[in-house]
């Protein structure tokens, strides 16, 4: 699926399911509710942390399309093609970083 069709797909669940799109400040907060269900997660597998008994069944793929379901909503409300978006994006890093980690040291 490209960027452009999980727009759509979501602009069209909003508008049968969701009455309307929450406001932009709203998904935002919403957001970063959810990179926090990410990092938690993150902390407890991968970090240091160790699981309650709440953190157990927690589903990292789970919450990280929470993140791109909430990321594509801001995405619409704002007007933001994400294909173009991340197009663009991924050139300007290109054109930024081609050689900048290649001759990283710190990464050998």
């Not at 929470?66 to 050139?91: H, K, P, S, Y």
Request: proline share 0%.
């Amino acid at each position: 699926m490209e960027l452009k069709e999980a727009q759509r797909i979501v602009d069209e669940w909003i508008k049968t399911y969701g009455v309307r799109y929450f406001s932009e400040l709203t998904n935002m907060t919403i957001l970063m509710e959810e990179v926090g269900e990410v990092a938690r997660i993150m902390a407890r597998k991968y970090g240091d942390q160790s699981c309650k008994e709440s953190d157990k069944g927690k589903n990292l793929g789970d919450e990280l399309a929470d993140v791109l379901w909430v990321l594509i909503c801001i995405a619409n409300q704002t007007g933001i093609d994400l294909t173009e978006a991340f197009e663009r994006n991924m050139q300007k890093k290109t054109d930024r970083d081609k050689t900048r980690h290649l001759t990283n040291a710190k990464l050998k």
